[in-house]
């Protein structure tokens, strides 16, 4: 929004993001803004300002208010760097994908630059950067320990998990004259205390921020905690000693009901980047034909934020509510009736939930699936057919592919399911990320055994072949995972190599806030068993088990000559059935881009190229409301 479009009377929100603005419900400031403004109030945005300034800050007055601070949908330092710590040559959510549109660590910048330029005015962190980071934290890209964000970017409040809720908490009891320390107890927030606050009672304390500087075990106690207290129907207060400060956190929110879902999915959004774009949002375009269908995830992933963030109950929409945004979809100038996905975070947990209320509301699980499936868990894909099939018999629709990740351990418990997608929603190629096949390194990342994924590979294969169609299963991998030594990326090098998949892309694990497997990267301890893990460390021991993971390629043939005889399996290197690579030269070009201490500073660091730019999804890093 423009000064002028804000028009002569003061906004009551100003909401600051790191993104270009889409006024999409995909992208969580429109979510938090539409939401915000269904229930009467006046809300501005301003995008992507310069963050050396104040003035951009002030482009839209003094909210009466408060501020609303966000990184955007994705964490900075994900968006900017490749788990290399490359620097990334786009960003999917600036216009025409230009890169240096927003600072690192957004949302300290930003709000800095906010008390600079309206001192006095609340200032609200969200958004999954300023989520992950209210604890402290590993920084991967500094790689060291960094203390709780709401210390570093001085803001008054900060917003975790899903937005909605807390944030319309927050503005109606300021609208009603209070001040911003009235909102110390809405679930959902975090504050730190003045050095003169008395420290409320109850809540447990979490390992200080100097304990887990200097005792890795110290950091796996406070992630282990605060995966136990996610549950919003039994969780405690957490808080944690900084020097002489003091970082409170709220339990986290309730999840919006299906009722509430589908009244912010339905707002008026305009389904467009805002006008004063001159070149399209790439993020954009590639969700335009999609619609979202469920958020959270019962999975819980080592490597994925979602259960802290967006939580581990998914919640979904109603079959109705879908069915009238896509009648919508299908109404706006452009559509070509083809909509490229109907999911979310985990599309086929449509509708799935705990079915004892009783069990769930004392439940303190990470996953439902891991390492057994719940007895309470239900695994029901009707619903999600039955939405399939309602959506692609809608006037104007030809077809509906399923695009989000399907959980295959689940997928193959429904019968007929894999036969249904395979027939009907698959655009050529379907990807599910198996992640990888030793035992022991599915373990730690609390992924399904392998044998899941073979027969869902199976069934797919011979289900395409039934439906007369030629596609493809695209497995994703991961290499350098926490528990992934040499043995098992020898394993899963040669179950490519005998299943003669030439993966194109992989993902090399990134120790993000907020995970079970930073936790392990960090500590080399895995917090549960309390067992020792292999961690594969530095620039050259991670790149030498992604080299492996392209044993079709005769370019990477050197460098998996040179894991191979560094980790003492030379043996494996002839001609023979039992070797990986033939005979030849052994060298590692093992090239380490400089860390992002500076960025917007003239700092020079190596680019990655576009085999190494990974998606954010497999960190669950994006999506995420203020």
């Given at each position: 929004m423009t000064a002028e479009e804000a028009g002569p009377e003061p906004l009551d929100v100003i909401l600051v993001t790191g993104d270009a603005y889409v006024d999409h419900n995909s992208f969580g400031v429109?979510?938090?803004?539409?939401?915000?403004?269904?229930?009467?109030?006046?809300?501005?945005?301003?995008?992507?300002?310069?963050?050396?300034?104040?003035?951009?800050?002030?482009?839209?007055?003094?909210?009466?208010?408060?501020?609303?601070v966000t990184s955007g949908n994705m964490d900075s330092m994900v968006n900017h760097y490749t788990a290399a710590r490359r620097i990334r040559n786009d960003d999917a959510y600036a216009p025409g994908g230009q890169a240096g549109l927003r600072p690192d660590r957004a949302c300290i910048a930003y709000a800095n630059r906010v008390k600079q330029a309206w001192p006095g005015v609340p200032v609200v962190l969200g958004g999954i950067e300023a989520s992950l980071r209210r604890f402290a934290h590993y920084d991967y890209w500094q790689d060291q320990m960094r203390r709780s964000i709401l210390l570093d970017a001085k803001a008054d409040l900060l917003v975790h998990g899903m937005g909605e809720l807390p944030v319309l908490e927050i503005a109606r009891r300021l609208a009603a004259g209070k001040g911003i320390a009235t909102c110390r107890d809405v679930p959902g927030t975090a504050w730190a205390l003045g050095r003169k606050d008395t420290l409320p009672e109850g809540g447990e304390e979490v390992p200080a921020f100097e304990d887990c500087v200097a005792d890795p075990l110290a950091f796996n106690r406070l992630t282990l905690l605060m995966m136990r207290e996610a549950n919003p129907s039994c969780a405690r207060a957490l808080h944690q000693r900084t020097g002489d400060r003091v970082v409170w956190c709220n339990p986290a929110a309730r999840a919006l009901t299906t009722a509430e879902l589908d009244r912010l999915y339905e707002l008026p959004y305009a389904n467009a980047p805002h006008p004063c774009y001159r070149a399209p949002i790439p993020a954009f375009a590639s969700i335009q034909?999609?619609?979202?269908v469920n958020r959270g995830c019962s999975g819980g992933c080592s490597f994925?934020?979602?259960?802290?963030?967006?939580?581990?109950?998914?919640?979904?929409?109603?079959?109705?509510?879908?069915?009238?945004?896509?009648?919508?979809?299908?109404?706006?100038?452009?559509?070509?009736?083809?909509?490229?996905?109907?999911?979310?975070?985990t599309a086929n947990m449509f509708h799935m939930r705990c079915n004892d209320e009783a069990a769930n509301a004392v439940c303190r699980r990470v996953s439902c699936l891991h390492p057994v499936r719940c007895k309470h868990y239900g695994t029901d894909h009707r619903p999600y057919?039955?939405?399939?099939?309602?959506?692609?018999?809608?006037?104007?629709?030809?077809?509906?592919?399923?695009?989000?990740?399907?959980?295959?351990?689940?997928?193959?418990?429904?019968?007929?399911?894999?036969?249904?997608?395979?027939?009907?929603?698959?655009s050529g190629t379907l990807t599910t990320a198996p992640e990888h096949v030793s035992p022991q390194a599915l373990h730690h990342m609390r992924k399904p055994e392998l044998t899941h994924f073979q027969e869902f590979m199976d069934r797919f294969?011979?289900?395409?072949?039934?439906?007369?169609?030629?596609?493809?299963?695209?497995?994703?991998f991961q290499c350098a995972h926490p528990g992934t030594g040499p043995a098992e990326a020898i394993e899963l090098a040669f179950y490519l190599k005998k299943q003669g998949l030439q993966v194109r892309q992989v993902q090399m694990f990134m120790p993000t806030p907020g995970t079970l497997a930073t936790a392990m990267y960090v500590s080399g301890v895995d917090p549960y068993t309390k067992k020792p893990v292999p961690v594969a460390r530095g620039h050259k021991e991670r790149?030498?088990?992604?080299?492996?993971?392209?044993?079709?390629?005769?370019?990477?043939?050197?460098?998996?000559?040179?894991?191979?005889?560094a980790w003492g399996r030379g043996e494996l290197i002839g001609n023979g059935p039992d070797c990986l690579v033939p005979p030849g030269p052994a060298r590692g070009g093992w090239r380490q881009g400089h860390r992002p201490e500076g960025r917007g500073m003239g700092m020079q660091v190596e680019r990655a190229s576009a085999a190494e730019v990974d998606e954010a999804r497999w960190e669950g890093l994006v999506g995420a409301p203020v």
């Amino acid at each position: 929004m423009t000064a002028e479009e804000a028009g002569p009377e003061p906004l009551d929100v100003i909401l600051v993001t790191g993104d270009a603005y889409v006024d999409h419900n995909s992208f969580g400031v429109a979510l938090i803004g539409r939401w915000l403004e269904a229930h009467g109030f006046r809300v501005g945005v301003i995008a992507q300002p310069a963050w050396n300034d104040p003035a951009p800050f002030r482009a839209l007055g003094r909210p009466r208010l408060f501020f609303g601070v966000t990184s955007g949908n994705m964490d900075s330092m994900v968006n900017h760097y490749t788990a290399a710590r490359r620097i990334r040559n786009d960003d999917a959510y600036a216009p025409g994908g230009q890169a240096g549109l927003r600072p690192d660590r957004a949302c300290i910048a930003y709000a800095n630059r906010v008390k600079q330029a309206w001192p006095g005015v609340p200032v609200v962190l969200g958004g999954i950067e300023a989520s992950l980071r209210r604890f402290a934290h590993y920084d991967y890209w500094q790689d060291q320990m960094r203390r709780s964000i709401l210390l570093d970017a001085k803001a008054d409040l900060l917003v975790h998990g899903m937005g909605e809720l807390p944030v319309l908490e927050i503005a109606r009891r300021l609208a009603a004259g209070k001040g911003i320390a009235t909102c110390r107890d809405v679930p959902g927030t975090a504050w730190a205390l003045g050095r003169k606050d008395t420290l409320p009672e109850g809540g447990e304390e979490v390992p200080a921020f100097e304990d887990c500087v200097a005792d890795p075990l110290a950091f796996n106690r406070l992630t282990l905690l605060m995966m136990r207290e996610a549950n919003p129907s039994c969780a405690r207060a957490l808080h944690q000693r900084t020097g002489d400060r003091v970082v409170w956190c709220n339990p986290a929110a309730r999840a919006l009901t299906t009722a509430e879902l589908d009244r912010l999915y339905e707002l008026p959004y305009a389904n467009a980047p805002h006008p004063c774009y001159r070149a399209p949002i790439p993020a954009f375009a590639s969700i335009q034909g999609s619609v979202t269908v469920n958020r959270g995830c019962s999975g819980g992933c080592s490597f994925c934020a979602l259960t802290l963030h967006q939580g581990k109950d998914v919640v979904s929409r109603s079959e109705a509510s879908v069915v009238r945004e896509v009648e919508r979809l299908v109404r706006q100038p452009g559509f070509n009736g083809v909509l490229s996905d109907l999911g979310g975070p985990t599309a086929n947990m449509f509708h799935m939930r705990c079915n004892d209320e009783a069990a769930n509301a004392v439940c303190r699980r990470v996953s439902c699936l891991h390492p057994v499936r719940c007895k309470h868990y239900g695994t029901d894909h009707r619903p999600y057919l039955k939405l399939l099939r309602r959506v692609r018999s809608l006037p104007g629709v030809k077809r509906v592919f399923v695009n989000s990740g399907i959980r295959y351990d689940l997928a193959a418990m429904a019968p007929g399911f894999v036969e249904e997608i395979a027939a009907h929603h698959v655009s050529g190629t379907l990807t599910t990320a198996p992640e990888h096949v030793s035992p022991q390194a599915l373990h730690h990342m609390r992924k399904p055994e392998l044998t899941h994924f073979q027969e869902f590979m199976d069934r797919f294969k011979k289900a395409s072949a039934d439906a007369g169609k030629k596609q493809l299963l695209v497995p994703y991998f991961q290499c350098a995972h926490p528990g992934t030594g040499p043995a098992e990326a020898i394993e899963l090098a040669f179950y490519l190599k005998k299943q003669g998949l030439q993966v194109r892309q992989v993902q090399m694990f990134m120790p993000t806030p907020g995970t079970l497997a930073t936790a392990m990267y960090v500590s080399g301890v895995d917090p549960y068993t309390k067992k020792p893990v292999p961690v594969a460390r530095g620039h050259k021991e991670r790149s030498r088990q992604r080299a492996l993971m392209f044993w079709w390629k005769r370019e990477e043939h050197p460098a998996i000559r040179e894991a191979l005889l560094a980790w003492g399996r030379g043996e494996l290197i002839g001609n023979g059935p039992d070797c990986l690579v033939p005979p030849g030269p052994a060298r590692g070009g093992w090239r380490q881009g400089h860390r992002p201490e500076g960025r917007g500073m003239g700092m020079q660091v190596e680019r990655a190229s576009a085999a190494e730019v990974d998606e954010a999804r497999w960190e669950g890093l994006v999506g995420a409301p203020v």
